[in-house]
């Protein structure tokens, strides 16, 4: 019979064996309770450690994925957190769970061609961005490169628009501010400055190459997909990332966008490469980051903005720089978006973000309505840069016409009290209407520098003083082609080098006699055929009257553009209420 009896020593054995081989250890987990909840604001208790801006786990949202908020109040016994998503969720007594993290995007080539959120999640629907392609997390609050770390803007970059390259310059490394009142066209040059990249992007060479980010802060989500739309029709998508935060995105959202734009560029600047950034619009940002603060009781200062919001936008700006040859010589170009009210540009907002930046092109609406578009107002606009950043033949070209448009106005006004004007003068206002002219251009066609540099030398050199307003668009337009073709080693030679020395000068010269020459004949053909169309408002052109009469028809001379070309008028904000501008004109708006 089998024994089935056990020994107390095997028990003993067996039993210290177990307890030896217990691996004993503890857990320390901090977990917060929601006190409070509402508008999109948690106040969390039991997070003693928490730090600012470190990311809180929520738990599970009804997408499935994480829900996050953002700790921006460290109080005694509360932490007041932004929630990044849908809050209704959040109910009191829910578990927060700290994540050790402060807020931050992942980095890389993968976001060229992207339409993503403020963090870095796509919403264009190509799937998950490639991660062979991201470079690791940044952080939305880092330190702006210091004084020694920066060299002086010298780079141009331009934008493809003859009155900002010509009078306003942007170098590489800019914060240019561009200002004005809704549906002016502040969008538009923005837009214009990306697409005109596409060349240097073509060119292969990493130091021509401009990577750029639109960020849109309180758009319209058609909007952002009608800019998204252009910019995949034009070829300019390949080389921009658009980072939406639109008006249905939380506050948040909106708040925290420009911070991620800002990261994802840092990262090329400091990889040697260059990048150029929008903010569309940093009001909407403001107006975003006071009702967040008011939320979190935070008091409130002038016009019931919180009193660091300089700031939220110094900190944001200062990231644009060019860095000196030690750290790579990259460089990050900021063109910040500000929307003033009744042209007021002494509003709280406005005056702030224009003594952070080194310039701004101030758009303004009399002159949108009067068909000058781009409606740049000269006498305000500044760049702080200057001609440091114009190539030479462009400053040589461009040096009196911002004081001979000055004196153009001046006389204008004058002459509307039907003084009579002497010789001079009468030949002065001529020309600077001949000016203006040239200086208009459709929107969605940026110029190349080396056909700005032929028609302004044109047009400066009274060139185009015998020839009638109602055909200088034409000219321009005729005599462009004109040199491509016959010319096309000359313009060529302007892009390469930048120089437009005295040989050049002399063969420039020539050639636009000898289109003049072509161009007077068929004009003069032209009007001795009874019935002409050259009053009918046509894409090619209409004479004075037909602007004054109709501001907001098609201007002179504009391209053959089409409808679709012209129906993203301006930077439309979240506001459905105001009057949509005429998108008939080729209106750079």
Known sequence: MTDLSISSEDITRVLRERIGSYDFQTSREQVGRVVESGDGIARVSGLPDVMANELLDFGVGHDGQRLYGLALNLDEHTVGAVIMGDFSIIEEGAEVRPTGEVLSVPVGDAYLGRVVDPLGRPLDGKGPLDEAKLDGRRGLEIQAPGVVDRQPVKEPLQTGIKAIDAMTPIGRGQRELIIGDRQVGKTAVAIDTIINQRENWESGDPKKQVKCIYVAVGQKGSTVAEIVNRLTQTGAMEYTVVVSAPASSPAPFQYIAPYAGAAIGSYWMYKGEHGLIVYDDLSKQADAYRQLSLLLRRPPGREAYPGDVFYLHSRLLERAAKLSDELGGGSLTALPLIE??????????????????????????????????????????????????????????????????????????????????????????????????????????????????????????????????????????????????????????????????????????????????????????????????????????????????????????????????????????????????????????
């Open 340 to 589: 003033t009210k009744g042209g007021d540009v002494s509003a709280f907002i406005p005056t702030n973000v224009i003594s952070i930046t080194d310039g701004q092109i101030y758009l303004e609406t009399d002159l949108f309505f009067q068909g000058v578009r781009p409606a740049i107002n000269v006498g305000i606009s500044v760049s702080r840069v200057g001609g440091s950043a114009q190539i030479k033949a462009m400053k040589k070209v461009s040096g009196t016409m911002r004081l001979d448009l000055a004196q153009y106005r001046e006389l204008e006004a004058f002459a509307q009290f039907g003084s009579e004007l002497d010789r001079a003068s009468q030949q002065q206002l001529d020309r600077g209407v001949r000016v203006v002219e040239i200086l208009k251009q459709p929107q969605f066609a940026p110029v190349p520098v080396e056909e700005q540099v032929a028609t302004i030398w044109a047009v400066t050199n009274n060139k185009l003083d015998d020839i009638p307003v109602a055909d200088v668009k034409r000219f321009e337009s005729e005599l462009t082609e004109y040199l491509r073709s016959r010319h096309g080693e000359l313009l060529a030679g302007i892009r390469d080098d930048g120089n437009l020395g005295d040989d050049r000068v002399e063969t420039l010269a020539k050639a636009i006699d000898d289109f003049r020459a072509t161009f007077q004949r068929s004009a003069e053909e032209a009007r001795e055929e009874p019935q002409q169309m050259e009053d009918l408002p046509t894409l090619q052109g209409r004479d004075e009257g037909d602007r004054e009469g109709d501001a907001g028809g098609t201007e002179a001379g504009g391209p053959d553009t089409s409808r679709g070309a012209q129906k993203l008028v301006a930077d439309e904000g979240a506001d459905e209420g105001g009057p949509a501008a005429d998108t008939d004109a080729p209106a750079t708006s």
